[in-house]
């Protein structure tokens, strides 16, 4: 989601300035030999030399009643707020959450000398928990395109920030990578000079890493503005400027509904075109920025129409009140939404070469009752629909793209973070329980959710033998008398050319529900076999690069 205080000037604080000075003193050496160490392996990514995949979330626990344009602009990673991140890193621990993602940082406060990880020690100490199912964690500093293109001061400020960032936490081993921008192209897309502006501060980010022995893995995101004639402009025009050859990998903040477009629209099959079409093919894996749902919807009487009130809860709607001829026509549970999302990524992840996806990050930890209503001078302490009024069906679960209701968690009251205070207490979603679920389903790397080469070729020499079989039972059938020897022909030879097609694609999980299908079967009437044929070429149709 676009953080739209971004675009908004800095205002006096609604937080103490007190917390300004509440800050642990640096050491002046880093206690750590070594970083985590990530690095992209194809459209993989190895963490310390093994596969992983990330099974993340998106943090940025502002609370009711305040907005990061107010100190301390987002940055609640410091330990004057220990009473936020340790409840909330518990919980996201639990979750099986093994990557979170920034949407904040001030390295001109928090920063301190290189290799001391500075105000954020203790934050990405409790992240790392002695490695012991350590939850790794995304840095941000923010940026604004505009003043990247335009150079000068401003984009020296950015190369300035990013380079204390980098030379403070790269050596720490919670620290995964750096997102540097979150949807910040859109006005500059097609100027050059912002690619060689963007370009030098990447390359400045991996320069103060490795000036601490260590390679930074960078990445940004860009919002999902894919169209057949331009793809990703920011995307392609980024890669084609030659100016971002230490840009690691590309983030798409996606919503297109549970199966993320799915047949015929797929953002899979479509960034691996893209990544094919260049002069030559890029191989930088592809990162979901942010995916999910919001867990709000409106009441009965109001569903269906636009408004952004009244706000209610989906956990709260009976699931007899969803789906086509109940009140809730169009939703679904909030924990069926992720459920369908997490297995459209697994299946990306085993589709052999036609894997790019290496996991991403939930939209959002907490709900952000700002983002509702962003111009506001006065952040709301009520939770508002929108901005967005219109009624978007099944692309989200309660039907509107309501930007202060993404939370798994419930948001509080900006008067119970602080020193001194009791740990906050967040209501758990059902969204959460959801991602409890389903994360901690895998391994903590998720290292074999991955189809290795070895696999897949294992999978495909079984599909040989599938067919050679049954064209040797094709053969017999000439030589032998069969009952109903013209229906098991057919059989046979619609068998035949599923698994030719599952030879291509062999972990397409429509084409092996096909092959299942027919697998009950012994004989096939001439109106099966057509129809089993027709949903074959639809289906590989939709499975070519762009479909």
């Not at 993602?101 to 920063?111: F, Q």
């Not at 290496?358 to 509702?372: M, P, Q, R, T």
């Not at 391994?443 to 991955?450: C, D, I, N, Q, T």
């Amino acid at each position: 989601m676009i953080h739209s205080f971004l675009k908004t000037s800095v205002r006096f604080a609604k937080f103490p300035q007190t917390i300004a000075i509440i800050l642990l003193a640096t050491a002046l050496t880093s206690p750590y030999a070594t970083g985590a160490v990530v690095t992209a392996n194809g459209f993989q990514i190895n963490l310390n030399g093994q596969p992983f995949v990330i099974k993340g979330m998106n943090y940025s626990p502002v609370p009711i009643g305040a907005a990061p344009r107010y100190t301390p602009y987002g940055d609640f990673f410091i330990p004057y707020y220990a009473n936020v991140w340790k409840p909330d890193v518990d919980k996201i621990r639990e979750a099986g959450i093994n990557v979170i993602k920034l949407y904040a940082g001030n390295p001109d406060l928090n920063a301190g000398a290189p290799g001391t990880a500075g105000n954020w020690k203790a934050f990405l100490d409790y992240c790392w928990n002695g490695g012991n199912k350590p939850v790794y964690v995304v840095m941000f500093s923010y940026t604004q395109g505009g003043v990247i293109a335009q150079g000068g001061a401003g984009l020296n400020d950015y190369i300035r920030q990013y380079d204390k960032l980098v030379k403070s936490t790269v050596k720490h081993p919670a620290v995964f990578g750096y997102m540097i921008g979150n949807e910040i192209f859109d006005s500059v897309t097609g100027n050059p000079q912002f690619w060689t502006n963007f370009g030098s501060l990447i390359d400045a980010a991996q320069a103060a890493g490795l000036s601490q022995s260590q390679n930074p893995f960078l990445m940004t995101a860009v919002n999902d503005e894919f169209t057949p004639q331009t793809s990703w402009p920011a995307i392609k025009l980024g890669e084609q400027s030659g100016k971002l050859r230490n840009l690691d990998s590309w983030g798409i903040n996606i919503y297109r509904g549970p199966e993320f477009g799915g047949a015929g629209n797929s953002v899979f099959t479509q960034y691996l075109a893209l990544m094919n079409s260049f002069q030559t093919p890029v191989r930088k894996p592809l990162i979901l920025g942010e995916w999910g749902t919001p867990h709000t919807t409106r009441p009965i009487g109001i569903y269906g129409t636009e408004a952004t009130m009244p706000v209610a809860n989906l956990d709260d709607v009976p699931e007899s009140q969803m789906g086509t001829g109940q009140p809730y026509f169009a939703a679904q549970p909030v924990a069926t939404f992720l459920n369908t999302q997490w297995n459209t990524i697994k299946a990306n992840l085993k589709a052999g070469p036609n894997q790019v996806c290496v996991g991403g990050f939930i939209f959002d930890w907490c709900d952000e009752y700002w983002k509702g209503d962003p111009d506001n001078p006065n952040p709301p302490v009520v939770q508002k629909g929108g901005p967005a009024a219109g009624f978007n069906g099944h692309a989200f679960a309660g039907g509107y793209w309501d930007e202060a209701g993404f939370g798994v968690t419930s948001a509080v009251d900006q008067s119970t973070y602080g020193q001194g205070k009791p740990n906050v207490s967040r209501r758990l979603f059902k969204g959460y329980n959801a991602v409890k679920t389903f994360y901690n389903g895998s391994s903590p790397s998720g290292s074999e959710l991955y189809l290795t080469p070895e696999q897949f070729a294992a999978i495909q020499s079984e599909i040989k033998d599938e067919i050679h079989a049954d064209r040797k039972d094709l053969h017999e059938l000439r030589e032998i008398d069969v009952p109903h020897e013209a229906s098991v022909r057919r059989w046979l030879q619609t068998e035949i050319a599923v698994l030719e097609a599952r030879l291509v694609f062999p972990t397409d999980e429509e084409l092996m529900q096909l092959d299942e299908m027919l697998d009950t079967r012994e004989a096939l009437s001439r109106g099966g076999k057509r129809r089993v044929l027709a949903r074959l070429h639809a289906r590989l149709a939709e499975l070519q690069p762009g479909g």
